[in-house]
T-cell receptor
Framework: ETGVTQTPRHLVMGMTNKKSLKCEQH?????MYWYKQSAKKPLELMFV???????ENNSVPSRFSPECPNSSHLFLHLHTLQPEDSALYLC???????????????FGPGTRLTVL | GESVGLHLPTLSVQEGDNSIINCAYS??????FIWYKQESGKGPQFIID?????DKRQGQRVTVLLNKTVKHLSLQIAATQPGDSAVYFC???????????FGTGTRLKVLA
């Protein structure tokens, strides 16, 4: 158990749908992350929040919209996605990347997204 | 460019043997490294980490070795078990940043 949960675990959506992915961490961390994992590619960082403030938007298309209402919850709102957006979306959390160089990221189980 | 790479995409080992998974990193300024294990259908799981001021760290059945001279990281798994079958990837981080550079992974297959 990593203490990071994600829902739903699987999601199939059409290109005109709007859906949201949810992440919750029970580790008392202050930083949360969204990653995209595609087959045979390294993890791609999408968004970073530290103490609820967004510190990274890694050139992610606007059809992905993050929301971080507090340090324990992170959402990824999806709309008008493309089939190439199909991937495993992973949430991670860490204590505070500004406080220590050894700031370990812990991952959730991911949401397997399929865009038709 | 900067990268973290794995030498072998697939490693098959006999149950009970020791496994060694290798990783090369390119940025000598990186000071923190992590090995993750990812089983099918699951998220990456933290296995072990090491700081750049160390060259070896041991956990339960796992050992990480760091050779800064050649910028090489390895994960050793003792007495490999079927439950060790997964993709393993390393990650490096430089000081003052939250950005990890992840490798693509090595698939470990444990043969009965």
């Amino acid at each position: 158990e990593t203490g990071v949960t994600q829902t739903p675990r699987h999601l199939v959506m059409g290109m005109t749908n709007k859906k949201s992915l949810k992440c919750e961490q029970h580790l008392g961390h202050n930083a949360m992350y969204w990653y995209k994992q595609s087959a045979k590619k390294p993890l791609e960082l999408m968004f970073v929040y530290n103490f609820k403030e967004q510190t990274e938007n890694n050139s992610v298309p606007s059809r992905f919209s993050p929301e971080c209402p507090n340090s324990s919850h992170l959402f990824l709102h999806l709309h008008t996605l493309q089939p190439e957006d199909s991937a495993l979306y992973l949430c991670a959390s860490s204590q505070d990347w500004r406080a220590a160089s050894t700031d370990t990221q812990y991952f959730g189980p991911g949401t397997r997204l399929t865009v038709l | 460019g900067e990268s973290v790479g794995l030498h072998l995409p697939t490693l098959s080992v006999q149950e009970g043997d020791n496994s060694i998974i290798n990783c090369a990193y390119s940025n000598s300024a990186s000071d923190y490294f992590i090995w993750y294990k990812q089983e099918s259908g699951k998220g990456p799981q933290f296995i072990i980490d090491i700081r750049s001021n160390m060259d070896k760290r041991q956990g339960q059945r796992v050992t990480v070795l760091l050779n800064k001279t050649v910028k090489h990281l390895s994960l050793q798994i003792a007495a490999t078990q079927p439950g060790d079958s997964a993709v393993y990837f390393c990650a490096e981080k430089r000081p003052g940043t939250y950005k990890y550079i992840f490798g693509t992974g090595t698939r470990l297959k444990v043969l009965a």
